[in-house]
């Protein structure tokens, strides 16, 4: 085997370890999207899994159920959203830049 596929496995087993526990750590980081004013606020951890849900009382209308639904939606969609990209720039600082799909 040659020096420099040697250098090379050991860069990707270094790199491996470091998005390893970069995993762990965002399951603990938590990003939160909020619609309709802030009447609907949406958790999301780092690994885009919803931890909570806020909803104002004053947004809670029998009347209006599809309204309430949309914001919670708008809500959660959004949080997803920056969890991504918090997982992008994360990943991107591991691994210089290259897209390397499959690894998270």
Do not use: C, H, W, Y
Request: no cysteine; charged share 25%.
């Amino acid at each position: 085997m040659s020096k420099g596929f040697g250098n090379m496995m050991k860069q990707a087993q270094m790199m491996q370890q470091k998005i390893a526990k970069l995993q762990q750590e965002l399951e603990s980081r938590e990003v939160e999207a909020s619609a309709g004013g802030g009447m609907v606020t949406a958790v999301v951890n780092g690994k885009q899994q919803l931890v909570g849900l806020r909803i104002e009382k004053s947004v809670v209308d029998p009347e209006d159920v599809e309204m309430l639904q949309d914001l919670i939606a708008a809500a959660v969609n959004e949080a997803v959203k920056k969890s991504q990209e918090m997982l992008q720039e994360e990943m991107g600082k591991i691994t210089g830049g290259m897209n390397l799909p499959g690894l998270l």
